[in-house]
């Protein structure tokens, strides 16, 4: 190169010119050439021969990395019957093409145009079920076709026809991938002779012509579908009325439209007799404001058969999960609903007897206190307005149980990892709860009284008011005790969220049931009546007494909201509770007031009263990011963790080195969970056996949501904390789950076990 410069340094200027000349010349006859060499490479890109012309071997299109073909199911033609045609593609091996459902790349296979006899008329394209196909070393997937597929056309032939030879060209566009994509089209023709009398099926193409037909979606279906969104997830739900997924081992859901789901990489499916449910991350630009998607529902059997069905799936109502719902619970049978392991009888009676349990639980306290009050103000009623009361009482119970039930289902099957108790991980909700106990506390000890008497004490047992007030005095008891999970609750409602919306709502009526018994057979029982005390001026005593159990909780609450925003979240709010305090005195102190006073007093009660609410929008209530529990006792106190934080990786690492492992679910907004921990897991008895056992000791908090805490709680079927699962050392042992009420025996005796 060096000589070559020194060369051309040396040349005269006629040489120079020279060689410009030759240059140039050499430049004309590239540009003239251009369009020939072009048209070659694409030539022998797209299946052309040297000459330009489309390569066909018995009418086979011979293109790159594929054959093409028009072909019959039919050797002969009759006229007024239909004729099926298909369009054969047969991609080279690790090659395929692409069907009408979208995936993340890819366009379908395309017919332009049809030459066909004057009369006769093509159908659309009949569509085998794809496969769906992640493409290599990354998250996208395509729907397409792994090898051979026939892509099958019905074609009309007029009665009238009376040629002796029916010809059909297609004008057909495909793409063909592997690691990149080719696009080609061409015109691919078949000649049919015409017969009279019947179709005679062509040997060479009438198996697979069958064989395509059993892989074509049906709309023969009972199959109905629901889609919703929430969060960043599209959740599909399908019922069937005939067990269509008995032996189903895998399905996928394939929309005909874009935008609508992301294929990969998350894909949760859950599959039950009746019910299927496919939950999928929203696409980056997720369509807005869909009414119904349809696509395709493919179910994979047992014998490796795969059914197609055609389905429009609507948006969710309430409606629409209680339809799913009922089927699922038909479908299932007894045995079913609980893995077989549970009658739904049996459930019902745990369902039962958790609640029952419930009214001993601390969280469920001081709105009893309130009930204590509420029935020594009515021993003057009557037998029927008693009974009145209780139903009152248990109808508030049920319907809230029912209702916080049907919300959870809700956002679970809108992929949303929640479980029971899941407001109180929500800091706005605990904040509430904080103000409502506060405020309670404050007209039980006569700071301001609502109408005379608080939750309708002492209101007319005659007036409807009455029973409104037992009714939302049964919601109040449900909201707090939503924290609370007492023994046999935990199986009950596991096995409830994840049934069906009929088949759990079932069990939360009887949990609600439970609840609300004792009360309940007070009010229809004379015999019992008649051991509560009778009313009295001790009742002024006893009411300004029941405040401070109201203030234990709302200080509680207020550790909670701590714990979840930190110390200036839960200051703030402590700040609004003084401020609501100070509204009501003014408001209590101008009742007594001249009209001036009054309204001034109420205004300005009105004002401080919007301030302090207004702290629930503000951002130090947002909740903290990462595991809020950094080694914080119940009294505020620092202390060093003697535990490791959760992680699901962690607990397989430390099993497969053979070393078991003690993981403790718990939240801070779980009275259970803490009193657990403070009489047994944190007793230096059961610290010292965790030692010589050579434990590790675990600790998830879900104060906060956490989806990998949620998942957990989803596999064991428990709705909410506490769960406690002691894993072997042993990675091929099953792990053992503690009840939810412990004693240290009673973990010391399963260290033993290991």
Not at 143 to 152: A, N, T
Not at 294 to 317: F, K, M, P, R, W
Not at 488 to 505: C, D, E, K, P, T
Not at 526 to 532: D, G, R, T
Request: proline share 6%.
């Amino acid at each position: 190169m060096v000589h070559t410069f020194q060369w051309l340094g040396n040349l005269s200027d006629s040489d120079v010119r020279r060689v410009r000349l030759l240059v140039m010349a050499f430049l004309l006859v590239l540009v003239a050439a251009w369009p020939a060499l072009k048209a070659t490479a694409q030539a022998q890109e797209s299946g052309l021969n040297d000459s330009g012309e489309p390569q066909y071997v018995d009418g086979v299109y011979q293109g790159d990395e594929i054959d093409v073909e028009l072909i019959a199911e039919s050797q002969n033609v009759v006229p007024g019957e239909t004729l099926w045609t298909a369009i054969r593609l047969d991609p080279t091996e690790g090659w395929h093409t692409y069907s009408k459902w979208p995936g993340d790349s890819g366009d379908a296979t395309f017919i332009h145009s049809w030459d066909l006899p004057d009369g006769a008329q093509a159908g659309d394209i009949h569509w085998p079920i794809p496969t769906w196909l992640p493409f290599p070393g990354s998250d996208l997937v395509t729907f397409s076709y792994k090898g051979e597929v026939l892509l099958m056309v019905p074609v009309e032939v007029p009665a009238d026809f009376a040629g002796d030879e029916f010809a059909m060209t297609a004008h057909v566009e495909w793409q063909v991938c592997d690691l990149i994509c080719l696009i080609e089209d061409a015109e691919i023709s078949l000649a049919v002779p015409v017969t009279q009398g019947e179709l005679r099926p062509d040997p060479q193409w009438a198996d697979r012509f069958a064989a395509t037909r059993d892989t074509l979606p049906t709309d023969e279906h009972t199959i109905e579908g629901l889609f919703a969104m929430a969060g960043d997830r599209v959740s599909f739900s399908f019922n069937s009325n005939n067990q269509a997924f008995a032996d189903a081992e895998e399905v996928w859901f394939f929309p005909e439209q874009r935008r609508v789901l992301d294929p990969g990489p998350l894909r949760d499916v859950s599959i039950m007799p009746g019910v299927v449910q496919i939950t999928h991350e929203q696409p980056r630009r997720v369509l807005t404001d869909l009414e119904q998607v349809d696509g395709l529902l493919a179910v994979q059997h047992a014998d490796g058969q795969v059914t197609g069905y055609s389905i429009t799936a609507e948006v969710a109502t309430p409606e629409g999960l209680a339809a799913i719902a009922a089927v699922a619970s038909e479908q299932a049978g007894p045995g079913n609903l609980v893995g077989g392991e549970r009658s739904l009888l049996t459930i019902i009676v745990f369902a039962m007897l958790g609640g029952l349990i419930l009214n001993l639980m601390p969280c469920v306290f001081p709105v009893l206190s309130l009930k204590v009050l509420n029935l020594t103000a009515k021993g003057g009623a009557s037998s029927a307005q008693k009974k009145m009361h209780g139903l009152a009482y248990t109808a508030g119970i049920v319907v809230t149980f029912m209702a916080l039930a049907s919300v959870l289902l809700v956002l679970r099957a809108g992929g949303e990892a929640v479980g029971w108790a899941f407001q109180l991980q929500s800091p706005w909700f605990v904040a509430l709860l904080v103000f409502l106990f506060f405020v309670m506390g404050l007209s039980l000890s006569g700071v301001y009284e609502f109408g005379t008497r608080l939750m309708g004490v002492g209101d007319s047992l005659t007036t409807s008011k009455g029973y409104k007030s037992s009714f939302f005095t049964g919601v109040l008891a449900t909201v707090v005790a939503s924290p609370c999970t007492a023994p046999f609750m935990g199986a009950a409602l596991g096995f409830a969220l994840a049934q069906s919306w009929l088949v759990a709502m079932i069990v939360f009526a009887f949990l609600g049931l439970g609840m609300a018994l004792p009360f309940l057979a007070l009010a229809f029982s004379p015999a019992l009546m008649k051991h509560m005390p009778k009313p009295g001026p001790w009742m002024v005593t006893f009411k300004e007494f029941m405040a401070f159990p109201m203030y234990a909780a709302a200080l509680w609450l207020l550790w909670v909201l701590g714990v979840q925003v930190g110390v200036n979240g839960m200051v703030a709010v402590a700040s609004a509770a003084l401020l609501l305090a100070l509204a009501l005195w003014l408001m209590q102190k101008g009742s007594h007031a001249s009209d001036g006073w009054r309204r001034a007093n109420t205004v300005v009660g009105l004002v401080l009263i919007v301030v302090a609410l207004s702290v629930l929008r503000m951002p130090l209530l947002e909740p903290r990011m990462g595991n809020p529990d950094s080694g914080v006792d119940m009294s505020g106190n620092d202390y060093e963790a003697d535990f490791e934080p959760f992680a699901s990786a962690r607990v397989e690492e430390l099993r497969n080195i053979g070393t078991p492992v003690l993981v403790n679910m718990t939240a801070a907004w779980c009275i259970t969970c803490l009193a657990n921990e403070q009489t047994t897991l944190s007793t230096q008895r059961v610290q010292q056996a965790m030692r010589d056992s050579g434990i590790t000791y675990m600790k998830g908090d879900w104060t906060n949501q956490d989806p990998e805490i949620s998942r957990v709680l989803d596999e064991f079927d428990r709705p909410s904390v506490p769960l406690y699962i002691l894993y072997p050392g042993d990675p091929s042992a099953e792990p053992m789950i503690l009840p939810q009420l412990l004693t240290p025996t009673i973990v010391l005796d399963a260290f033993a076990s290991l």
